[in-house]
């Protein structure tokens, strides 16, 4: 079973930046697709960034610009720096791991997921 902590959370204002940073239990290398999600109040669960085994990165509309994820493989963690924040931004932000395994032919996908670290935007 593999660990994902999350931390760099907290109240910012707007226009400020945060750097959030995701530390798995197993190197880097085991995931193919490192992802940061976020949940606010009363909404369900959304995709805001992710990036690959080979460095290839994907952002929702409202972040691209103003969000960069980014792998590092020195100390085996994940990071979202998060800039020009703005109140809609305002939720707990989840990291995501996807390792695939398994021969070719019967590879098998697992997810694994943190706790969350809360992230609030507000003057």
């Known amino acids: 079973q593999v660990e994902l902590v999350e931390s760099g959370g907290g109240l910012v204002q707007p226009g400020g930046s945060l750097r959030l940073s995701c530390a798995p239990s197993?190197?880097?290398?085991?995931?193919?697709?490192l992802a940061w999600y976020r949940q606010a109040p009363g909404k369900e669960r959304e995709f805001v960034a992710s990036?690959?085994?080979?460095?290839?990165?994907s952002y929702i509309e409202p972040v691209k610009g103003r969000f960069f994820i980014r792998r590092h493989s020195t100390n085996d963690t994940v990071s979202l720096q998060m800039n020009s924040l703005k109140p809609e931004d305002t939720a707990v932000y989840y990291c995501?791991?996807?390792?695939?395994?398994?021969?070719?032919?019967?590879?098998?996908?697992?997810?694994?997921w943190g706790q969350g670290t809360q992230v609030t935007v507000s003057s």
């Open positions: 995501k791991a996807e390792e695939q395994r398994g021969p070719v032919e019967r590879v098998q996908t697992y997810h694994y």
């Open positions: 197993a190197s880097i290398s085991r995931f193919n697709v």
């Open positions: 990036i690959s085994r080979r460095g290839d990165t």
